[in-house]
């Protein structure tokens, strides 16, 4: 059996990019500072990377599944060439009031609801104990608390600067 690893846990939009409303194509996708260091100093302690992301631009007929997964396989290999490895990204493409039929449901993947938080730790040796998500919204952080992990809420700056303060205080045992 594998050994039990912390696990940090990311929003996409707000988080590992600016939010500019339903980005699906890489022209309107801008980092947000210190994403990549972020993600290659928590690699180099050793825990595990997941993006965990609403995508109801899906549901709403905005963009479709497949021009969102162009755009994170995009984004994966960027930071895959800054040696920023995502070990998987989760989506949820549902909600209730989707324009889309076949993406119209309440999902339980969908933030705040705990899904993919659940099913990333079913998939991998993760050590919910030790592990957090930082997100944007307060469905980010009640997603978290859902799945038993600690949150915190990212508002703007670098996010390698704010996942230290969040790992330090995490680690003084603040959820």
């Known amino acids: 059996m594998d050994t039990l690893r912390p696990a940090l846990f990311l929003d996409r939009d707000g988080v590992v990019n600016v939010d500019h409303g339903y980005v699906?194509?890489?022209?309107?996708?801008?980092?947000i500072?210190?994403?990549s260091d972020c993600i290659r100093q928590f690699k180099a302690r050793g825990w595990l990377i997941f993006?965990?992301?609403n995508q109801s631009?899906?549901?709403?007929?905005l963009y479709t599944e497949a021009q969102m997964h162009t755009l994170h396989n995009w984004m994966?290999?960027?930071l895959a060439q800054q040696d920023a490895q995502i070990d998987k990204l989760y989506f949820c493409?549902?909600?209730?009031?989707?324009?889309?039929?076949?993406?119209?449901?309440?999902?339980?993947d969908?933030?705040?609801k705990p899904g993919m938080l659940l099913q990333a730790m079913a998939e991998y040796p993760v050590k919910r104990e030790a592990s957090f998500l930082i997100g944007d919204k307060q469905t980010d952080i009640d997603a978290a608390h859902a799945a038993g992990i600690g949150g915190f809420l990212f508002k703007s700056?670098?996010?390698a600067d704010f996942a230290e303060w969040a790992f330090a205080d995490f680690e003084q045992g603040a959820r």
């Not at 631009?57 to 007929?61: D, K």
């Not at 909600?95 to 449901?105: L, P, Q, S, T």
């Open 24 to 31: 699906c194509e890489r022209e309107n996708f801008e980092w």
């Open 33 to 35: 500072a210190g994403a």
């Open 51 to 53: 993006i965990v992301t």
């Open 57 to 61: 631009g899906i549901a709403r007929g």
């Open 76 to 78: 994966l290999a960027e």
């Open 93 to 108: 493409p549902y909600h209730a009031e989707g324009e889309i039929a076949r993406y119209r449901k309440d999902s339980f």
């Open 110 to 112: 969908r933030k705040p």
């Open 157 to 159: 700056g670098n996010l």
